[in-house]
């Protein structure tokens, strides 16, 4: 009988929603040691998310502390080093510990076997800790040889940064929140946007969008914001609301048990961002089938055809959302139905989780192999 391959797999707990979807699966494939760093507030939390998997063989590890603090050295050394005396096969990490992990993996353990997620290859402009995250990324990439992307545009970014780079292209997930409880409104036309709000977002262009329209006499609809954004930069955001009948907003980080119900009460998903590498945002609004408005950004290309399941606008022109909105307005009864066909076709031939998931046996295998 062939021993299965034996792999140490590292996940944050920030990006549990990515992998909760790929490791049980591929767990009946390989024997995956699986190991969560979180925080002490998220633990209970994580072990409940994956246990409703059958998921057993896994570890969750509170990582305490400021990430900068000297302390982590330590904390990392002894993780790595009790990983090491394992020997696996393979070692794959959705994790980065910023800034002291990377340099210690590669000290004690063989980068060849090393196999690294990489959500942003090229770091964002206003993401949170650029100045710290842009040159550690830079970093990863000098080091390691075997990569995951999510997104064609970021393999194509990373074959041309590193031309010997090893990469598995294979998208999100789908990210399921559970069957909402309520029916989809018939109005008026609501828009949504959700995740995290950080400055490459956006959302200042959604909020010029709803001035434009009001300003041409149009009121029939309602915006939602929903998501955490800093005390700080919200008062920003909040200066160009003016009516809150139209929109609505929820500030914080949204209870998972709440999306569901928050997705079927809208009718679009707006994603104006000024620059992403993927979006696990995106791929919520797929489950849930909202038709998408988006900036026309090469990574959103990839999942939308424009005018058949959702529509692009020139990315950075608030007049151009504003255009696009009042179309799906004015049209949304004609067109809503067709959007949402032609939307759950595109998912049905790209995002399925039984393609994702081929494309990662077949990269570790080949990896293995060679």
Aim: glycine share 4%.
């Amino acid at each position: 009988m062939k021993t299965k391959l034996h792999i140490c797999w590292i996940t944050s707990s920030f990006l549990l929603d990515v992998d909760i979807h790929i490791v049980p699966s591929l767990q009946k494939e390989y024997n995956i040691d699986w190991i969560i760093l979180t925080t002490e507030a998220n633990a209970e939390s994580d072990k409940v998310l994956i246990e409703k998997t059958r998921c057993t063989n896994y570890q969750v590890i509170i990582d305490t502390g400021v990430f900068i603090h000297p302390k982590k050295i330590l904390f990392y050394k002894n993780l790595l080093s009790d990983i090491k005396k394992k020997s696996y096969d393979l070692y794959y990490f959705d994790f980065m510990g910023t800034p002291y992990f990377l340099p210690l993996l590669r000290i004690m353990l063989p980068m060849e076997k090393c196999i690294l997620a990489a959500h942003n290859v090229k770091t964002p402009m206003g993401a949170r800790y650029y100045w710290m995250a842009k040159p550690y990324m830079d970093y990863a990439v000098k080091i390691f040889k075997n990569f995951q992307v999510f997104s064609k545009n970021q393999f194509d970014l990373l074959s041309t940064i590193k031309k010997d780079a090893n990469i598995l292209y294979a998208p999100l997930c789908l990210k399921d929140y559970g069957v909402p409880t309520i029916s989809k409104p018939e109005g008026p036309v609501t828009f949504l946007f959700f995740g995290n709000i950080v400055t490459y977002k956006r959302v200042d262009l959604l909020l010029k969008a709803v001035l434009i329209l009001k300003a041409r006499g149009i009121s029939d609809f309602k915006v939602k914001v929903c998501g955490y954004c800093r005390p700080n930069q919200w008062k920003e955001y909040e200066a160009l609301i003016n009516d809150h009948d139209i929109v609505e907003i929820d500030i914080r980080r949204i209870p998972n048990e709440v999306i569901p119900n928050l997705f079927q009460s809208s009718h679009y998903f707006v994603m104006p961002y000024q620059d992403i590498a993927q979006s696990g945002a995106m791929t919520v609004a797929l489950c849930y089938n909202l038709p998408i408005i988006a900036s026309n950004l090469d990574t959103f290309k990839e999942f939308m055809n424009d005018g058949a399941d959702g529509y692009f606008f020139e990315q950075g022109n608030a007049q151009a959302l504003a255009k696009r909105m009042e179309y799906v307005i004015r049209n949304h009864n004609t067109i809503y139905d067709t959007l949402r066909a032609n939307q759950r076709k595109v998912v049905e031939e790209k995002l399925s989780n039984s393609a994702i998931l081929a494309k990662y046996k077949e990269y570790i295998d080949k990896l293995c192999q060679s």
